[in-house]
């Protein structure tokens, strides 16, 4: 599947490249880190015997970040993994 907002045979940006995407990157991994701290307390006062929060939220997010730098059209380097990480 082509994303439509790139033009046709053009390469995935370097998102380390701009201070700006940096800067969001790093808000936005803050957010997540929170959100798995919420998901991992959530799943320590459960009672539910599946304390899978935590799990699926971190499966979520792999999901999606992966689709925006385009992993689903290529193959991924060691460059996008210390991303995803």
């Known amino acids: 599947m082509d994303d439509p907002s790139m033009p046709a ?3 995935v940006p370097d998102l380390f490249a701009d201070n700006i995407r940096l800067s969001q ?3 936005i991994r803050d ?3 929170s ?3 919420e998901a991992r ?3 320590a006062e459960s009672e539910l015997s599946a304390r899978s929060c935590e799990a699926d939220l971190q499966r979520y997010v792999l999901l999606l970040c992966g689709r ?3 992993g689903q059209n290529r193959d991924l380097n060691e460059r996008d993994r210390v ?3």
């Open 68 to 70: 925006i730098i385009g």
């Open 41 to 43: 307390s959530f799943d």
């Open 25 to 27: 990157i790093a808000t």
């Open 83 to 85: 991303f995803l990480d």
């Open 35 to 37: 959100l798995r701290r």
């Open 31 to 33: 957010v997540i880190r």
């Open 9 to 11: 045979g053009s390469e």
